[in-house]
């Protein structure tokens, strides 16, 4: 099976030289998501917002690859600022059932567009 680019209007186009996702066979390849609001147009206010809009975003990439926030195998979390790590924590972990998947989190010098929280994921079919 040939790579398939997965694409939705649910979640921000891409702000560079890259996709949304990938699916390879049974196993998507999320880009990383950033807390923008696709109904605002913009960066959510602040880092929950942001952490919210950024699981509601890859979500809707999810949905788009025919997956789903249960079947995440690894996430990776960028932060600008580890002391929201907490925040981001309770936010990201009210969209998975207690099953989660393996994850990473890294404080990192900047985001794109000025964003405070980014987080991408891999994930079965």
């Given at each position: ?11 921000p ?5 890259y ?55 690894k ?20 969209y ?11 404080q ?18």
């Amino acid at each position: 099976m040939a790579k398939e680019i997965v694409f939705t209007e649910q979640a921000p186009k891409a702000v560079g030289p890259y996709v949304q996702a990938v699916r390879e066979g049974n196993i998507v390849y999320c880009s990383g998501q950033l807390g923008i609001d696709v109904n605002a147009g913009g960066l959510a206010e602040g880092v929950e917002a942001q952490a919210h809009c950024s699981m509601k975003n890859l979500g809707a990439v999810l949905e788009a690859a025919g997956s789903s926030y249960k079947k995440v195998l690894k996430t990776l979390i960028f932060l600008t600022d580890m002391n929201d790590f907490a925040a981001v924590n309770k936010i990201y972990g009210s969209y998975f059932d207690g099953d989660f998947p393996a994850r990473s989190c890294v404080q990192v010098a900047a985001l794109p567009l000025g964003g405070l929280v980014e987080i991408e994921c891999v994930a079965k079919i």
